[in-house]
């Protein structure tokens, strides 16, 4: 075999990419699932923390901080492996699955609530004067002026911070998920050709192209005019 | 309960016993990130530089190029490298698919950063050096870049410190750095201390890191 079918018939192997298709669309859609309730948990837990702290107890202010930079120092993979092999060591035991859902969110927490605060400390002091101006307590200065400002201002660090993230997915392969990665592995070892994992390749770049535009589509439509 | 988790997390017994690993893996870590980032800086200013050809030749395909690889999680594209290539007969060895990955992931990264950092030097830098009789290459390195890259200090920090979480993932591929040490040595003592242990090198050596990125992007958002 020539160069260029030797490279076709290993890494774009037909037959063997329609055999394992079903197993790489089912990984697909546990990869989907995995993101989307990362990406709800993670954001939620992110923009709660954030509005602690504009409350400012410096106390818990220090907690808040010391846990974010923690979920921001450790590499994700470090943080899975330790859940997925430590915890059962404490009788409690978390499947892959929600493992790597539980240490995702809280990095994906951890890097929002930096972000979204950092959107509320750029919403200028004169905000919050004027809302008190108008005789507005703390809460409705809060989340009817500050968050919408903020939370609009800081969408294009937090699209990209989500999306890198959520490709983090990849790393529950690690611990026996079956999600893209890890049914492509499979995929692989069984039928001995690596077209699986370029059939996953090509799976990830089908869903992460298309978030890409989102992303930007998104940004776009929660731009502040004229800022 | 609180006997049982000291045993099996902070367990300094173990730790200790595992210190000679541990301390093998951290080395190895450090090592991988000297090589890693200055391989994923090189390849991030080739593609900024070569983003701002004029002809859509080079540009379009270059477009093409970072997208691809930002859009592909970086273990996918180790795992590619590592497992996949053996199949054409080229075996590159845990080194050489961690080298390659790296480059190609982080260099896309790094190179969109570098890319924002190029845009934001004013054409007329250029120009003033060039009319001092500076060459091309030497106004370049000596007056554009320096100020690209103070523009995009704390993206290129933050990316550093990606690229540096993200060596974890050679262990995947039974390069012994700091995660792969650990995860042995817990298998060996049913004890995740070692893990532990692992996680708290990181945070000892990636938290100053992510104080002075807090510091740095809170003075971008200020200077606003």
């Given amino acids: ?227 | 309960m609180l006997g049982d988790f000291a045993d099996s997390f902070l367990n300094v017994e173990i730790v200790l016993r595992a210190w000679p690993i541990l301390a093998r893996g951290l080395g190895q870590t450090l090592l991988l990130s000297a090589v890693v980032v200055p391989l994923g800086l090189a390849g991030g200013l080739a593609i900024a530089l070569l983003s701002r050809a004029r002809s859509r030749w080079v540009r379009w395909p270059l477009a093409a190029w970072t997208d691809t690889f930002r859009s592909l999680p970086p273990l996918v594209l180790l795992i590619f490298l590592y497992a996949g290539l053996p199949f054409m007969g080229i075996d590159v060895g845990p080194w050489g698919a961690v080298a390659l990955a790296f480059f190609l992931n982080t260099g896309a990264y790094y190179g969109e950063v570098l890319r924002a950092g190029l845009d934001s030097v004013p054409p007329g830098q250029m120009e003033a050096a060039r009319a001092l009789g500076l060459r091309p290459w030497l106004a370049l390195w000596l007056v554009v870049i320096p100020q690209a890259v103070r523009n995009v200090l704390p993206d290129l920090v933050s990316n550093t410190l990606e690229v540096v979480k993200l060596t974890s993932l050679a262990s995947v591929v039974a390069m012994p750095e700091l995660l792969f040490q650990a995860r042995q040595a817990q298998s060996v003592t049913y004890n995740a201390s070692p893990i532990v242990a692992a996680a708290l090198a990181y945070f000892v050596i990636l938290w100053p890191v992510v104080r002075l990125l807090s510091r740095l992007e809170n003075k971008a958002i200020a200077g606003r």
């Fill in chain 1, 1 to 227: 075999m020539g160069g260029l079918d030797g490279f076709a018939f290993t890494f774009l192997n037909l037959k063997v990419m329609a055999e394992w298709l079903p197993n790489i669309t089912a990984g697909f859609a546990l990869t989907v699932l995995l993101a989307a309730l990362i990406v709800v948990a993670g954001l939620a837990l992110g923009l709660s923390l954030a509005v602690l702290r504009a409350f400012g107890v410096r106390v818990l202010n220090w907690g808040i901080v010391f846990v974010v930079d923690l979920f921001r120092a450790l590499p994700p993979l470090v943080i899975i492996v330790l859940l997925y092999f430590g915890l059962p060591g404490m009788g409690l035991s978390l499947s892959g699955f929600w493992a790597t859902w539980l240490s995702l969110t809280l990095v994906l927490a951890a890097f929002s609530e930096e972000i979204f605060w950092a959107g509320i400390t750029a919403t200028g002091r004169g905000q919050w004067d004027a809302g008190r101006a108008l005789g507005l307590r703390f809460l409705p200065i809060l989340f009817r002026i500050i968050l919408p400002q903020a939370v609009r201002m800081v969408v294009p660090p937090l699209t990209n911070r989500t999306i890198a993230i959520t490709k983090g997915t990849a790393l529950a392969s690690v611990v026996g998920v079956g999600e893209i990665l890890g049914s492509a592995q499979s995929a692989m070892a069984f039928s001995g050709n690596p077209s699986p994992l370029t059939l996953g390749a090509i799976a990830y770049a089908l869903l992460f192209l298309p978030v890409v535009g989102v992303g930007r589509w998104i940004e776009r439509r929660a731009a502040i005019p004229g800022r």
